[in-house]
């Protein structure tokens, strides 16, 4: 079968090449993919690596074989998957854990754009308990986490505020669900607040002030920060606000305490409800998978970029 592999030589580090087909366990289906979603953390890796391998997190696709011991979803169900790693093929074996299916009204580029960013967003508005009336920072709002947890923090009744460095984003952050855009400068975000959530999307210098915004009991959650070795945090002011705290956030790591198809399976619902949209940006061949990652890493457009599997 074909799927993509990292290759130096390689325009791009990466390409189509042969891989040998999976073997699934008693608790893994066989599916086959149709679209998968990018993501920036797997493209850094696979970008820096010099051996052969299959990256990919994310994918969308339907099952051929249903998982030998009975669990998980039937042979022929639409499904959306997450892999540690290997979901960039024209076949996968999934645990059936990490598997929710996907009701015909919801396209699979949809449903590909949910596991790492999808979930993401939900295990940091799920951190924050309840949201109703609450204030909400999104910071790299324009991004594919930070469009998710702006609508996901809306719809739990939260004032959600998103912060954006492209002005031509703005727009799109305000149909997500944020009643206020600050464009550039995080500083300018402090007189809406103080926030009861922080998402984090950014890191850096940009963490350091909103993470100085929380109320009195707030969570800043942060999933940017983890790939950053040094970041510069006025410590002081976030212990000094009661029982206020920072936290980072990897989804490897939640997935340890609940299992990615019952995540999955609520934001496939959002999207049938029409609550949840992901904004997905660039859609094109998995041929075309050096280019599409190259855009991503240099953030030249927003949202979520899908590639179909041919």
């Not at 909103?210 to 790939?227: H, N, Q, R, S």
């Not at 940006?281 to 599997?309: D, I, N, S, T, Y």
């Amino acid at each position: 079968m074909k799927a993509i592999v990292t290759d130096p030589q390689a325009k791009g580090h990466l390409a189509l090449g042969d891989q040998a087909e999976p073997t699934p366990s008693p608790s893994q289906a066989l599916v086959r993919v149709e679209a998968i979603s990018l993501n920036r953390g797997e493209v850094r890796r696979a970008l820096a690596s010099q051996e052969r391998y299959v990256p990919g997190w994310d994918l969308a696709g339907e099952v051929m074989q249903p998982a030998a011991d009975g669990s998980g979803p039937q042979a022929g169900r639409r499904v959306v998957g997450y892999l540690p790693s290997g979901a960039w093929a024209q076949r996968v074996a999934v645990p059936a854990n990490a598997l929710a299916e996907v009701p015909d009204p919801v396209p699979l580029s949809q449903a590909a754009t949910l596991p790492v960013a999808g979930l993401t967003a939900l295990f940091s508005i799920q951190k924050a308990g309840s949201l109703l009336g609450r204030r909400v920072l999104v910071t790299g709002a324009s991004g594919g986490v930070g469009g998710f947890a702006v609508q996901l923090a809306y719809r739990s009744g939260a004032f959600v505020v998103g912060l954006t460095q492209h002005p031509e984003y703005a727009e799109m952050v305000r149909e997500a669900g944020a009643g206020d855009v600050v464009v550039g400068d995080p500083e300018a975000a402090r007189s809406s607040g103080p926030y009861h959530l922080i998402c984090d999307g950014v890191g850096g210098d940009t963490l350091s002030t909103v993470a100085t915004m929380l109320a009195p009991g707030g969570i800043c959650v942060t999933y940017a920060a983890l790939t950053q070795p040094e970041i510069p945090l006025n410590l002081r002011a976030v212990v000094q606000t009661p029982s206020a705290y920072l936290t980072g956030l990897m989804v490897l790591s939640e997935l340890k305490n609940e299992p990615a198809s019952l995540g999955l399976a609520r934001l496939v619902a959002l999207i049938q409800d029409g609550r949840l949209r992901p904004h997905i940006e660039v859609e094109a061949p998995w041929e075309q998978v050096a280019e599409v990652c190259q855009r991503l890493m240099e953030r030249r457009f927003p949202g979520k970029a899908v590639l179909r599997v041919s």
